[in-house]
């Protein structure tokens, strides 16, 4: 179990973009142009600017919940948050911050409820073989987040106070300041919570109604960015972000033992310095960064005096340096060559106290890769990207992508899409070294991944519609799986084959007539991930059986209205039913029922010249449901938040 929860934790340590105009203020951003949007035929989503406005004052979890398909499995309200989507796991998603991979080196995950919207400018969502781009490992996908300078402004400052149910208050900051070639952003946040919501035990007989115990939780954190223009195409950035986490951790819904008190404390600390250059003869980036994890875990007993005996006592830090050099050039009007190079090392320790063991252990990680753009054609664009990367003194398979889009209709924008890519993910410290259950001969896991869509967009009336329907079929060889061993503790294995597959379909809809403005988005997506062999490693009821924790149909409507100076927000998902085990087999430990979840807010907006004070009334899980992300971890029913905007 100790395993079990470290591992969870340690992350803690669209092309079809809504390009509409609805917005609430005018923004100007200066950012790099990413390798995927330099390719051709990927699924990129950009979240549009106002469902971050939205959305400020919650994690970038619930975020992702509400404008996207991808499953967010929470172990709580303010707890562990992790990600997963086209039927892969939370370790197959690459998430990046300012161009730096933020994953942890040891469970591969991140906890994406340590992420605040405050610290975030951009969020963008690459599907599949789209995250090729930045490397190897993201075998579902990609999350980018960044933050971005304002140059339009030579001083702004931002103030947001946030109160809402069970004890929450929520602080935070962000100013900016400098000139036209000098620019420095400062940001700052504080949330508590007593988190005391009640529940519905479903674990107990007669389902009572109980107060959730010791899940309180401190969160703050600080980010500083500076920018220099030293001309108009090249830019030099530093930035550093810290935050540090306190929270307790409830017992089970099904546990009945009140005598022990869970304590887990994250600190994770993000640094990155990047230089860009945009030149006739090519661009250049250049950047290093460092990303340093802390985890520290305490369980204790309660004995008959009362006093705290520690049964677990652990800590885990982990050092990552990485280091990337990219350039692209366009060598003929229809042709761009690039590569991006990549020079990362992690370095790992892990103590526990009690039980008087450890772990200590670094990794090498070098990368290369090499991209073609081409446009033979004015409707056809083909983009092929290979590249290579090695682990100590391991080398692994080479990873390949080819994609292509066809424009049917320029008038209607009608467009198809179709890619077929090899990619890999390496075991992570944890899969490899942990002790007791570490398995240093682990596999990478190898995956095939083909994928084709079709795309329409429309500007009638003054609107604008986007619609994407897309397929994706992906065969993973050696995935790797945690079981439980014969001696009691749990180790990772290589599962021969896993076959993911389904249907993804994106609707959008903007328009603004007169004062009137509209955003509504859709998603659905239809996902089979089943064991097609296990390799004598499951039992045989496994094979063509759903994966635990992934369901196989969720859905989500986001809608926006906006009329003179108020704001109405309405948000639904739903997700299906999740297994909890290999075997699908309701009568061992049941499957996590389907719910739908309904947010809604309410804003009104005051300008006074160039100052905007704001206030947004929301209601989450509006029709107060009773529902579950993982089992036996209860989420809150209907609750209240109020939070209070001024900007200057």
């Known amino acids: 179990m100790a395993m079990f929860l470290m591992g969870c934790a340690m992350g803690a340590s669209s092309q079809s973009a809504l390009n509409d105009t609805i917005s609430l203020e005018s923004v100007s951003i200066y950012s790099t142009r990413p390798v995927a949007g330099t390719l051709s035929g990927y699924k990129v989503h950009r979240i549009d600017s106002l469902a971050l406005m939205e959305k400020a004052g919650v994690s970038l979890?619930?975020?992702?919940?509400?404008?996207?398909?991808?499953?967010?499995?929470?172990?709580?309200?303010?707890?562990?948050?992790?990600?997963?989507?086209?039927g892969t796991s939370s370790s197959h998603t690459r998430v990046l911050w300012n161009g730096i991979r933020i994953n942890s080196p040891m469970s591969g995950e991140v906890d994406f409820s340590l992420i605040p919207l405050y610290f975030a400018d951009d969020v963008n969502i690459l599907y599949g073989q789209a995250s090729m781009a930045y490397g190897s490992g993201g075998l579902g996908g990609l999350v980018s987040i960044d933050?971005?300078?304002?140059?339009?402004?030579?001083?702004?400052?931002?103030?947001?106070?946030?109160?809402?149910?069970?004890?929450?208050?929520?602080?935070?900051?962000?100013?900016?300041?400098?000139?036209?070639?000098?620019?420095?952003?400062?940001?700052?946040?504080?949330?508590?919570s007593q988190n005391n919501f009640t529940y519905r035990n479903t674990a107990k007989i007669g389902k009572p109604t109980e107060v959730q115990k010791n899940a309180d939780y401190t969160k703050h954190g600080i980010m500083q960015e500076l920018y220099f223009r030293p001309r108009a195409n090249s830019m030099i950035s530093a930035k550093l972000w810290f935050t540090q986490t306190d929270r307790g951790i409830p017992k089970l819904m099904s546990g009945f033992s009140h005598d022990e008190v869970n304590r887990q404390e994250n600190q994770n600390f993000n640094a990155v310095v990047a230089w860009q250059s945009y030149r006739e003869n090519g661009n250049w980036k250049l950047s290093s960064g460092l990303s340093l994890l802390s985890l520290s875990y305490q369980l204790q007993k309660l004995s008959a005096e009362g006093n705290r005996l520690p049964v677990l006592d652990s800590h885990s830090d982990a050092w990552s340096w990485y280091n990337t050099l990219g350039y692209d050039r366009e060598v003929l009007n229809w042709l761009t060559l690039g590569f991006q190079a990549d020079a990362n090392l992690h370095w790992v320790e892990s103590n526990e106290e009690v039980l008087s063991t450890a772990i200590a252990c670094k990794q090498n990680q070098l990368g290369i890769r090499t991209f073609i753009h081409a446009k033979p054609m004015e409707r056809l664009s083909l983009s092929l990207l290979a590249g290579e990367e090695a682990y100590d003194n391991r080398t692994t398979p080479i990873m390949a992508s080819l994609s292509a889009q066809y424009l049917f209709l320029p008038q209607k924008n009608l467009m198809a899409k179709a890619g077929l890519a090899r990619n890999f993910h390496y075991p992570t410290l944890n899969d490899l070294y942990w002790q007791p259950g570490g398995n240093p001969n682990l596999k990478p896991e190898e995956g095939i991944t083909g994928e084709a869509g079709i795309s329409y967009t429309a500007i009638p009336f003054g609107s604008r519609v986007n619609i994407e329907v897309s397929a994706f079929s992906s065969e993973i060889n050696h995935w790797i799986m945690w079981l439980p061993h014969l001696k009691g503790y749990w180790e990772p294995v290589n599962i021969e084959k896993v076959k993911?597959?389904?249907?993804?379909?994106?609707?959008?809809?903007?328009?603004?007539?007169?004062?009137?403005?509209?955003?509504?988005?859709?998603?659905?997506?239809?996902?089979?991930?089943?064991?097609?062999?296990?390799?004598?490693?499951?039992?045989?009821?496994?094979?063509?059986?759903?994966?635990?924790?992934?369901?196989?149909?969720?859905?989500?409507?986001?809608?926006?209205?906006?009329?003179?100076?108020?704001?109405?927000?309405?948000s639904f998902t739903h997700f299906s039913e999740r297994f909890t085990t290999t075997s699908n087999n309701p009568n061992s430990i049941r499957p996590l029922y389907p719910y739908y979840m309904n947010n809604i807010s309410l804003g009104y907006d005051l300008r006074v010249r160039s100052s905007l004070l704001g206030f947004q009334l929301r209601v989450d899980n509006l029709f107060d449901e009773s529902y579950q992300t993982i089992l036996w971890r209860p989420m809150p029913g209907r609750n209240f938040s109020l939070l209070v905007r001024l900007e200057i």
Request: aromatic share 12%; no cysteine.
């Open 61 to 86: 979890s619930e975020l992702l919940t509400e404008n996207s398909p991808i499953f967010v499995k929470t172990y709580g309200r303010g707890a562990t948050a992790t990600v997963s989507f086209r």
């Open 147 to 192: 933050s971005n300078p304002d140059w339009s402004k030579r001083y702004g400052l931002k103030l947001y106070q946030s109160v809402g149910d069970f004890q929450t208050y929520s602080t935070a900051i962000h100013g900016g300041y400098g000139t036209n070639t000098l620019r420095g952003q400062t940001r700052f946040f504080r949330e508590t």
């Open 500 to 570: 993911a597959r389904g249907l993804e379909g994106n609707i959008s809809l903007s328009l603004s007539p007169g004062r009137f403005k509209l955003r509504f988005l859709g998603n659905y997506s239809y996902t089979r991930s089943t064991v097609e062999d296990a390799g004598g490693v499951l039992r045989a009821e496994a094979k063509g059986r759903q994966l635990p924790f992934i369901p196989i149909h969720s859905a989500g409507v986001s809608t926006n209205i906006q009329l003179r100076n108020y704001r109405l927000a309405y």
